[in-house]
């Protein structure tokens, strides 16, 4: 596969992946700056061994034993139950009735959290090591049903998918050793509603094509069916916004 | 650990019951056509499908606006 094509296949991966990237990132850097960094890194270190065991037994296993047609239902079926429930919480964040998510907030309650924790400054960080192998372990548990999802389809797909997590969790990592800040300029909410409607759109296309329909087009009819899923859910948004009187948002934020 | 890691596997798939619920009846419409219908009805289930998921997410979504209209409502009151 040349980097080109590479790239393009990669790069739904990378921007769903990059999402739960930086919530991961968010609570390892609270943990850093309230309690020093040697435990956090190595639960970061010690959760991302364990995410490389799961995808590499489970994920591999089920993409090269399972048989294709199969395996493409169970994941358009997983696709789209997993793209509906972001698609869902990004409408209603737009809408103003869910809160959007709060990166500096999260960041916050963390850093107080762990200092009234206290820390003993000869022994091991048990508790900051923990928080962070938590957070990775359960944040990095959706980056590998993704790259699975994702790469579903086996081979080319499944690397494309594993290039553009690993992409995502460099760049990610990287940006957030170089601010010691959380990731606030991350644009989350619309991410997730770009990556909902693209794992719905997965999910459709694959479940339909395990069942014996040929998509026009092939792969071609994806970004038609994206398209269709953005469309309606924008219009949800605005129908959303009519439904709640003049003003309510802030208080809908609550609800 | 483990009961964190499987609530968020379970999660992962459900937030809103009634939505997952849904989805999985409109797999199952599309799955039922495509075994009971001819290649003709097997060329159309992904449309179908696609159908399906749009009017649930905005039926769902109205739902939860309505809640959320008649929350705001009671708490102004």
Redesign the interface.
Known sequence: MDPVTLAIHATPAFVASAVEFVEATTIVLAVGVTRGWRAPLIGTLAATATLAVIIATLGVAIVTIVPELLLKGVVG??L???G??W???A??RF?G?VAVHDEELIYQRELAALRAQGLARREFDWIGFLVAY?AV??EG??VA?IVIAFGAAGGTALTAATVGAIAAGIFVIALGAALRQPLTMVPENWLKFGVGAML?SFG??W???A?????PGDAL?IPL?VL??LA??W??VR??KA???EG?QI??RN? | MFKGIWSTLVGLLVEDGQLAIGALAALAITWALANAGGDFARQLIGWLLLILVLMLVVANLYRAGVTARARVSSARR
């Not at chain 1, 069942?211 to 998509?215: A, S, T």
């Open positions: 079926a997983l789209l139950l997993f509906l429930r698609l869902r919480k409408v209603l809408a009735i938590k372990l359960l548990t959706e049903f719905c459709v296309f479940f339909a094509e069942l014996g329909m040929q998509w009819s069916i269709t899923f309606a859910s219009l949800a129908m959303l439904l709640l009187p309510a208080e809908a609800v």
